[in-house]
Structure formats: C-alpha cells, structure tokens
C-alpha cells in the first residue's frame, strides 16, 4: 500500500510565500501524474496544479502565474510553491498520485491527508 504524506502548510500573510510538500512511500512500482487540490471551508474539491512524470505542468485559471508545480522522481515528492497568496487561497490542500505497485498492476489513484494553508489578509 503506499501513502502521501504532505507537509509545509501554515499561516501566512496575504502576499507572502509558502511551499508545500509531499512524498510518496510504501509499496511502489512507479508514479504516473501528481498533483495539487484544495478544498475551501463550504466548497468542492477544486484541481490546484498537476506534473507529470515528463514534468508536463497544468494549472488551474487562478493559480496560473503564482504557483509553481514541480517534483523530484527520485525521492517521490512533488512540491507546490505558491507565491503572492490572497486570502482566497485559504483551503486545505490535498496531494495526488496515481502509483502502481508493480509491473503488472495497474494504477490507482492515491490522496493524502491534507495540509491546511490559511492566508490573512
């Protein structure tokens, strides 16, 4: 079984910088796609950021710009750098992960726990 354990979340002030991690461990074959979501107090789940394992990025309208997306293959991390945070910003961030656990089983998709990130402003 592998699991996603994030880390980085906190407080910071509107305009400030914070970056957050996330590794992969346990019973792993290879990871495919990781990502980013948040979930706000009251909303849906909403895609933050995505990275493929060829290091293809996608970003989602509001981040496009201040958040960068990135990760180490070799450590099984992914990384989210967010720069010039809003208040708006404020969710708990979710990493993902679609790992297979050998050869010859197929991917599924894997979510962490979640880190808090809460912007004032």
């Known amino acids: 079984q592998a699991q996603l354990v994030e880390s980085g979340g906190g407080l910071v002030q509107a305009g400030g910088s914070l970056k957050v991690s996330c590794v992969a461990s346990?019973?792993?074959?290879?990871?495919?796609?990781m990502g980013w979501y948040r979930q706000a107090l009251g909303k849906q789940r909403e895609l933050v950021a995505t990275?493929?394992?060829?290091?293809?990025?996608n970003y989602t309208d509001s981040v496009k710009g201040r958040f960068t997306i990135s990760r180490d293959n070799a450590k099984n991390t992914v990384y989210l750098q967010m720069n010039s945070l809003k208040p708006e910003d404020t969710a708990v961030y979710y990493c993902?992960?679609?790992?297979?656990?050998?050869?010859?089983?197929?991917?599924?998709?894997?979510w962490g726990q979640g880190t808090l990130v809460t912007v004032s402003s």
């Open positions: 990275i493929t394992n060829g290091g293809w990025t």
């Open positions: 346990g019973s792993i074959f290879s990871i495919a796609a």
């Open positions: 993902n992960a679609k790992i297979r656990r050998s050869f010859v089983t197929a991917y599924v998709e894997v």
